[in-house]
């Protein structure tokens, strides 16, 4: 099936260090999503975004749905040790019944405290 | 609290052998699926249920079975025809909003394992 190509594969960083990931598609998105997920559990929602062009924070984390709709990057500001985890980006190819996400294969995260 | 419950977390298989793995919601989400995924890999889709009584294939529906008698539960069956079942099994739901789709929210997940 359709996947979408998110990079860096893995990074393994310093705490207190910026991160910033990405996720690009072929085709036109209309939903970007971020997960992260912890070893052993499912993921969870940390970011949604809608409209091409917005910008959305969660805490430390910031999230961006490009404005060609083909893309969109996730940025950790001071990164804490429990950041650790991989991170996965999703996204609805098509608006109205269509409930598929496509995925990305996961970007792992580890930090040296 | 409401949530995606699944059960049971471990899962031993015998070769041959049909096993059932649970997922239950109470987010009254209309739609839920079932994805697998592998070590080092993202997440696949098996199956998925728009409905009650409605469900679809996914990208690797091949030896899986569902149903979706209730609005909140949506059972997946690894069949004895899943030759390669050793993984991580994850149920997601999802409502519907005005703008169409709804982001997935996930259980903590079923670990399948053949003894």
């Known amino acids: 099936g359709q996947q979408l190509n998110q990079s860096p594969q893995s990074m393994f960083i310093q705490e207190g260090e910026d991160v910033s990931m990405n996720c690009t598609s072929s085709?036109?998105?209309?939903?970007w999503l971020w997960y992260k997920q912890d070893p052993g559990e499912g993921p969870v929602l940390l970011i949604a975004?809608?409209?091409a062009g917005e910008l959305t924070s969660n805490g430390r984390l910031t999230a961006q749905f490009g404005i060609t709709r083909k893309d969109s990057f996730l940025n950790i500001s001071a990164s804490i040790p429990s950041d650790v985890g991989i991170y996965f980006c999703a996204g609805h190819p098509n608006a109205g019944n269509n409930r598929k996400l496509i995925w990305g294969l996961g970007t792992s995260l580890a930090v040296n405290p | 609290d409401g949530g995606i419950t699944q059960s049971p977390k471990y899962l031993f298989r015998k070769e041959g052998q049909n096993v059932t793995l649970s997922c239950e919601q109470n987010l009254n989400h209309d739609a839920m699926y079932w994805y697998r995924q592998d070590p080092g890999q993202g997440l696949r889709l098996i199956y998925y249920s728009q409905i009650v009584n409605d469900f679809q294939k996914g990208d690797i529906a091949e030896g899986y079975s569902v149903s979706r008698e209730k609005k909140e539960s949506f059972p997946l069956t690894v069949t004895s025809a899943q030759k390669n079942p050793t993984a991580f099994y994850l149920c997601a739901s999802s409502g519907v909003g005005q703008g169409g789709n709804q982001p997935q929210h996930f259980g903590d997940g079923t670990r399948l394992s053949i003894l």
């Open positions: 085709s036109i998105f209309n939903t």
């Open positions: 975004l809608y409209k």
